[in-house]
T-cell receptor
Framework: AQSVTQPDIHITVSEGASLELRCNYS??????LFWYVQSPGQGLQLLLK??????LVQGIKGFEAEFKRSQSSFNLRKPSVHWSDAAEYFC??????????????FGKGTLLTVNP | DSGVTQTPKHLITATGQRVTLRCSPR?????VYWYQQSLDQGLQFLIQ???????AKGNILERFSAQQFPDLHSELNLSSLELGDSALYFC?????????FGSGTRLTVV
């Protein structure tokens, strides 16, 4: 069965510092990969996704993620964190099969705190 | 605005009661997915409907049911509610433009 592991439950960084959030997945084949962000009391906003091709994916708000097949990882990075980036971040995987069955499996999330 | 509408945004009800959550997908999207987000279980897939038919089932309790209507909106029915059902319930819509979440319904069972 597919699973997603986000090893860091809570990360604190200073504003302006770089950020890396880790995500490892277990899947039968190369899945579709996603990062979502959730601000308190809000819904899920898609930051970026990987379907195929270039393993370095650019997203919104200055985020990027790198797919490493050999490590089954899809880590999220940002070179300089802003206070508004404080939120919870979720990594998710979905089937790389197209079609109409597209349930996502989510990690438990990483809560990001940004210190001024 | 994601284009996926969920109502109500908040719901407070007592144990043993029944509630209905509603989701209107983006225009043209045929698939609706329901997810539950709770503190202990995280985000879990409940059920998927595609063009009115149940397509996939996840960790959905027997007390919960869903349906998708001809106009493609979907309803998630939760009955015999327990304190542990308190959670944020999301629906997501999927079509040729991709996968988009609504803003969720926060259910509090007291």
């Amino acid at each position: 069965a597919q699973s997603v592991t986000q090893p860091d439950i809570h990360i604190t960084v200073s504003e302006g510092a770089s950020l890396e959030l880790r995500c490892n997945y277990s899947y039968g084949a190369t899945p579709y990969l996603f990062w979502y962000v959730q601000s308190p009391g809000q819904g899920l906003q898609l930051l970026l996704k990987y379907f195929s091709g270039d393993t370095l994916v650019q997203g919104i708000k200055g985020f990027e993620a790198e797919f490493k097949r050999s490590q089954s990882s899809f880590n999220l990075r940002k070179p300089s964190v802003h206070w508004s980036d404080a939120a919870e971040y979720f990594c998710a995987v979905g089937p790389n099969s197209g079609g109409s069955n597209y349930k996502l499996t989510f990690g438990k999330g990483t809560l990001l705190t940004v210190n001024p | 605005d994601s284009g996926v509408t969920q109502t109500p945004k908040h719901l407070i009800t007592a144990t043993g009661q029944r509630v209905t959550l509603r989701c209107s997908p983006r225009s043209g999207d045929l698939s609706v997915y329901w997810y539950q987000q709770s503190l202990d279980q995280g985000l879990q897939f409940l059920i998927q409907y595609y063009n009115g038919e149940e397509r996939a089932k996840g960790n959905i309790l027997e007390r919960f049911s869903a349906q998708q209507f001809p106009d493609l909106h979907s309803e998630l029915n939760l009955s015999s509610l327990e304190l542990g059902d308190s959670a944020l319930y999301f629906c997501a819509s999927q079509g040729y433009r991709g996968y988009t979440f609504g803003s969720g319904t926060r259910l509090t069972v007291v």
